[in-house]
T-cell receptor
Framework: AQKITQTQPGMFVQEKEAVTLDCTYD???????LFWYKQPSSGEMIFLIY??????QNATEGRYSLNFQKARKSANLVISASQLGDSAMYFC?????????????FGSGTQLTVLP | EAGVAQSPRYKIIEKRQSVAFWCNPI?????LYWYQQILGQGPKLLIQ????????DSQLPKDRFSAERLKGVDSTLKIQPAKLEDSAVYLC????????????FGQGTRLTVV
């Protein structure tokens, strides 16, 4: 079974508007972390935001916020006031705490295009 | 703070040849990952080290891929012999051991097998 599912292969958003990128996850571990990364066409993976499973509040980092719904096992990324430079691939990832491995597992990504 | 260093950035080889990639993680990061990212897909974990020990290599094709982490710092990933389907970007990442810390990625090595 997929641990991280991103159902939107591609998304378009108008500049200055907000956009939500979906991510659902599957785990039986009570303690885990959820991460979002941005990968521009240049290829580097840029960390955006982190949400811990025990965090009471949704994480925010500048224009990025994470809509964390634990019961639904979803961790959607919200980008406010989109900019042309936000055009990139976005990956959701999860790290579970149990076991020695603590793998960082990625979803298949969403290609976001910001339109002028 | 210096980031994760990888080399080479690009490599083109013929099938059945061998190739090696090098990674130098961020100082103090005990966990090191090698990922394979095929064009248009998410990164797939090949192997994970904690210090100089392997903690997960379940998705590493061990008949052709090998990796080592010398003295718990630098790491090399080798493919021998390469196949066409190995064409991908190979990403190295490192992190602290704690589960709630992000992994930092290098710029990757783009491998083309012809």
């Amino acid at each position: 079974a997929q641990k991280i599912t991103q159902t939107q292969p591609g998304m378009f958003v108008q500049e200055k508007e907000a956009v939500t990128l979906d991510c659902t996850y599957d785990t039986s571990d009570p303690s885990y972390g959820l991460f979002w990364y941005k990968q521009p066409s240049s290829g580097e993976m840029i960390f955006l935001i982190y949400q811990g499973s025990y965090d009471q509040q949704n994480a925010t980092e500048g224009r990025y916020s994470l809509n964390f719904q634990k019961a639904r096992k979803s961790a959607n990324l919200v980008i406010s006031a989109s900019q042309l430079g936000d055009s990139a691939m976005y990956f959701c990832a999860m790290r579970e705490s149990q076991g020695s491995a603590r793998q960082l597992t990625f979803g298949s990504g969403t290609q976001l295009t910001v339109l002028p | 703070e210096a980031g994760v260093a990888q080399s080479p950035r690009y490599k083109i080889i013929e099938k059945r040849q061998s190739v090696a990639f090098w990674c130098n993680p961020i100082s103090g990061h005990a966990t090191l990952y090698w990922y394979q990212q095929i064009l248009g897909q998410g990164p797939k974990l090949l192997i994970q080290f904690q210090n100089n020990g392997v903690v997960d290599d379940s998705q590493l094709p061990k008949d052709r891929f090998s990796a080592e982490r010398l003295k718990g710092v630098d790491s090399t990933l080798k493919i021998q012999p390469a196949k066409l389907e190995d064409s991908a970007v190979y990403l190295c990442a490192s992190s602290l051991v704690r589960a709630n810390t992000e992994a930092f990625f290098g710029q990757g090595t783009r491998l083309t097998v012809v």
